[in-house]
């Protein structure tokens, strides 16, 4: 296997005249966590919905673990290893937490029943619980509704979701948004663990202290280009840095023609 | 919120407001239903002290006025199965229009199937084709009757899912387009005496017996096997059981494929029940069907609900007309007062959410 997870050439999009993605050229290393920054509107969610084939790009190539990949819908990027926590949570608000979890790929019993093969509830309780506990997230009831759960308790689960299924990438777009304090707190424990056990990671954040705190690299991008990448763990950066790279007051040296 | 705490992890709360299924509530309001009808009966004057539910007879042979038990679960029966289909289709935030007349357009599409060639020695009166479609096996009027639900129902689920009309208006076509096909079929014209086979799927309390098994297999359904599970997610959050990989169009197809063969095999049911069939059959049936999911605690935004609670939703207007005839009511009066039951259960479900977020 090839020691890139991650690679994009080109990736562009286009919603009819707005050019919301330009170019982008993206290298993630095994075991390697990444983020992702930039203004409202500067391409990040853009960038992550055409990885994640949530949308489809206007053109470019996509690399995962040096194959070439071409994803027709989400599921087909969950298939190939590809696990998303999404801004918007992608979770079914009257379901309980195995529900969530298994979403899209329950476990079964009587496949031949077609679409109404009856699920293994038993086995997919067991699986969340281990789940729960590798990840470190807490929650008392997992039989609960996510209805009647905290904004922190939801993207726990949502969380625990792409972590508990030993994916080759995954991909956390700004999971500490809404978040307080501790809820925050314990997602970044979730992020640690899957950086000790080697798992890649692609994450945006707005949140600069979380940043330098989590990743080794720092890519910035503005107006749908990307205009920086900083290595922070080997280079001397500093906040201020980011913000003006993110504001457009500089601009990284390999990016000089294409970013604007 | 007793225990809210925002200790380690902040992620203890509050486990007191669990249980207490919604579905005991509506069987709390049945009960309180008829113990409401018992005072009535005891204590107005123009009733003489008769009982609703219960025998006063001085026999020991049973507790339960049996004839008025029978004729409540008749009444509400047929118009259940196809509730049945309705909560499917609401639980994914849908809703079914197309029902009552797709009772009608079945009933007649499967009676010219199951019709009798001698009636008392004479040839069939009513028959609406030759001699070829005489006297066929039970089996050939059923599976055309669920076939042709299946067709309308495939139609409705494209549209919504492939398309993206808005299901009221989808579904509102085809409730003119089934009437329409109902008027069309036999030029107006009832069409009548079944044969033995075919009378026999509605004859007696076999209503009855077809709404308790489809009741039971369905709840079986929606709550054990995938297609429940995503049912209920796609109505509880479609872009989320998108991006989960579930495959939503074709999903929802299969729902409203299944709510209109329930809705047909109700047109069967019907029409053998009634040993003919007439297009002007199912009237409001689709209304009363949306009604009883309603009582039922099937929430119109979806992702809410299940198969017993329309069961009970069912009986509890089921009672309630029954109820309304016990007193005495006027009919018009009956329809005012069912209205309100169905606006205050919509308004009490809401109120209940807005307390439980």
Known sequence: MSDIVLKTEDLTKHYGGVHALQGANFELKRGEHVAIMGDNGAGKSTFV???????????????????????????????AGIETVFQTLALADHLDVPDNLFLGREKTKWDWLGPFRVLDYKAMRQDTMDALQRTGVKIPNIRNTIERMSGGQRQCVAIARTASFSSKLTIMDEPTAALGVQETAQVENIVRTLKEAGQPLI????????????VDRIIVFRRGRICANLDIKNDDYTGEDVVSYIT???TGEEYMETAT | MADTSHGTGGLTFDNSKRSWPNELNILLALVIIIIVFEIIGQTAPYMRGQSFLFDTKDRFDSIFNEARLQIIILQVAIIGIIALGVTQVIITAGIDLSSGPLVAATAMVAMSFGQT?????????????????MDLPVMIPVVVGLAFGACIGAINGTFIAYLRIPPFIATLGMFLICRGIALWWSGGNPISFPTEQFAFIGSGMMPVVWFIVLAIIFQIIMSYTV????????????????MSGINVKRHKVMVYMIASMLAAFAGIVLSSKASTAQAGMGEFYELFAIAMAVIGGISLQGGRGSIIGTVLGAMVLGVIRSGFTYIKLDGSYQLMAMGCIIIAAVVLDQYRQRNRA
Do not use: C
């Open chain 1, 248 to 250: 457009g007051a500089k």
């Open chain 1, 49 to 79: 919905r055409q990885i994640t084939g949530v949308e489809q790009r206007t053109r470019g190539k996509v690399w995962l673990y040096g194959e070439e990949v071409d994803f027709a819908g989400p599921l087909d990027a969950r298939e």
């Open chain 2, 227 to 242: 297609y429940g599970k995503h049912t209920y997610a796609i109505g509880s959050n479609e872009e989320a059981a998108r």
């Open chain 1, 203 to 214: 994450l945006v954040s707005h949140n600069m202290r979380q940043v330098f705190d989590l």
């Open chain 2, 117 to 133: 060639e001698l009636v008392n020695g004479q040839p069939n009166p009513k028959a609406l084709f030759g001699p070829w479609a």
